[in-house]
């Protein structure tokens, strides 16, 4: 592998690491607003349970279908 290949890998794999913690960033930030819409700060632990959930269980699912179809196209589709 080239070096300008090795450094264009590493500018994309950190670009993802990147929008993976921004997601996590705005969905704290997010989650004031969402609870006040419920109605109160009992739901807060629903919520997150929920998203933490959700997270979990598809992380797995998208890792199976990239391993099948290739990982290429899964990163792209997860950046996008």
Avoid: C, N
Avoid at 23 to 46: D, F, K, N, R
Avoid at 51 to 70: F, N
Wanted: proline residues 2%; positive net charge; hydrophobic residues 50%.
């Amino acid at each position: 592998m080239s070096s300008r290949r090795r450094m264009a890998v590493t500018a994309g794999v950190i670009t993802g690491m990147f929008l993976a913690a921004l997601e996590a960033t705005v969905v704290g930030t997010a989650m004031p607003t969402v609870i006040a819409s419920l109605g109160g700060l009992s739901h807060y632990s629903w919520v997150f349970s929920a998203y933490l959930i959700t997270s979990t269980i598809t992380v797995p699912v998208w890792g199976k279908l990239s391993d099948l179809y290739g990982r290429r196209a899964f990163f792209q589709l997860g950046i996008a």
